[in-house]
Nanobody, 123 residues
Framework: QVQLVESGGGLVQAGGSLRLSCVVSERTVRTYNMGWFRQAPGKEREFVAAIAWNARTTPLYTDSVKGRFTISRDNAKNTVYLQMNSLKTEDTAVYYC???????????????WGQGTQVTVSS
């Protein structure tokens, strides 16, 4: 079972930035496709971004974060990042890191999940 631990969440004003990190316990992390999802209160979990295991495929982003968020990975450090710039109040949510054998945008395709980290954007 792959274990994922997110960090980097917090409270930030609108227009600010945060960088989320996700450390993967599995030594073979380089074989996993990694994704970030988020869930706001009262809403379903939604896809945010995903990156292929070798980072050669163009990363996937949901439309609402394109141009503001960047997903990246450092396999040597077993870590995936989500750089979030120009944050908006609607970005407030719990952010989850997830691992999958197939790159995709559907939560059901990911079989390992972290515990989540809270991101709150104030106006």
């Amino acid at each position: 079972q792959v274990q994922l631990v997110e960090s980097g969440g917090g409270l930030v004003q609108a227009g600010g930035s945060l960088r989320l990190s996700c450390v993967v316990s599995e030594r073979t992390v380089r074989t996993y496709n990694m994704g970030w999802f988020r869930q706001a209160p009262g809403k379903e979990r939604e896809f945010v971004a995903a990156i292929a295991w070798n980072a050669r495929t163009t990363p996937l982003y949901t439309d609402s974060v394109k141009g503001r968020f960047t997903i990246s990975r450092d396999n040597a450090k077993n870590t995936v990042y989500l750089q979030m710039n120009s944050l908006k109040t609607e970005d407030t949510a719990v952010y989850y890191c997830a691992a999958a054998t197939v790159l995709g945008v559907v939560a059901g395709g990911y079989n390992s999940w972290g515990q989540g980290t809270q991101v709150t954007v104030s106006s």
